[in-house]
């Protein structure tokens, strides 16, 4: 089955600064890439997501990049600031089954 | 739109009594997924359904877990006899339409979650 991997664990960031988090996926059948912000307490929500005859999306500071080849994707977040403290979740999906990396912790110093 | 709907939020039970949790898809959506998030497993899919039927069980733990959807608009994951390690947050979510044979999948929204601990 499906198998996501995801890096790092933790994130630090001055407020300002970028993040970046990447994941690479087992499937090369899969072709839905979500990505889940989900904060303390709170259910994950979509921020993003792409599909595979899609090489990259933004939506304003959030952007996704998906390189099939090489069966990675990543979240990059511009100009970060506080309130994008969370825990991040990347997935993929063949079919309508998710499977979910482990998460990354990213925190936003101000 | 109240989104997706799950009760309780908190459940505190005792090992070996029954748990039943209850979801409320988002009207129209014809998917309904069952999660489970720990600190050790992270989230995993349980069992999805496509138009009240499941589709897909494998993530099920063991023979103590069973969930129906008896209409549209009602889902429920039983546990019994619960165990401590069943202690965990439960997400349902729901989709307005799944992938078909090399189409598109939908957003999956979750609610709210039910934080589950068993003593």
């Known amino acids: 089955g499906e198998n996501v991997e995801q890096h790092p664990s933790t994130l630090s960031v001055q407020e300002g600064d970028s993040a970046v988090i990447k994941c690479t996926y087992s499937?090369?059948?899969?072709?839905?890439f979500p990505w889940y912000k989900q904060e303390l307490g709170k259910r994950p929500q979509l921020i993003i997501d792409?599909?595979?005859?899609?090489g990259e999306k933004k939506d304003q500071r959030i952007a996704v990049t998906l390189n099939k080849t090489a069966k990675h994707f990543s979240l990059h977040i511009t100009e970060t600031q506080p309130e994008d403290s969370a825990v991040y979740f990347c997935?993929?999906?063949?079919?309508?089954?998710?499977?979910f990396g482990a998460g990354t912790i990213l925190r936003v110093k101000s | 739109d109240a989104g997706v709907i799950q009760s309780p939020r908190h459940e505190v039970t005792e090992m070996g009594q029954e748990v039943t949790l209850r979801c409320k898809p988002i009207s129209g959506h014809d998917y309904l997924f069952w999660y489970r998030q720990t600190m050790m497993r992270g989230l995993e899919l349980l069992i999805y359904?496509?138009?009240?039927?499941?589709?897909?069980d494998s993530g099920m733990p063991e023979d103590r877990f069973s969930a129906k959807m008896p209409n549209a608009s009602f889902s429920t994951l039983k546990i019994q006899p619960s165990e401590p390690r069943d202690s965990a947050v439960y997400f349902c979510?729901?989709?307005?339409?799944?992938?078909?044979?090399?189409?598109?999948?939908?957003?999956?929204?979750f609610g709210p979650g039910t934080r589950l601990l068993v003593l």
């Open positions: 499937d090369s059948a899969s072709n839905y």
């Open positions: 792409i599909r595979s005859n899609v």
């Open positions: 359904f496509n138009n009240n039927v499941p589709i897909d």
């Open positions: 997935a993929a999906a063949r079919g309508n089954k998710l499977v």
């Open positions: 979510a729901s989709s307005a339409r799944g992938i078909l044979a090399g189409g598109l999948q939908e957003t999956q929204y």
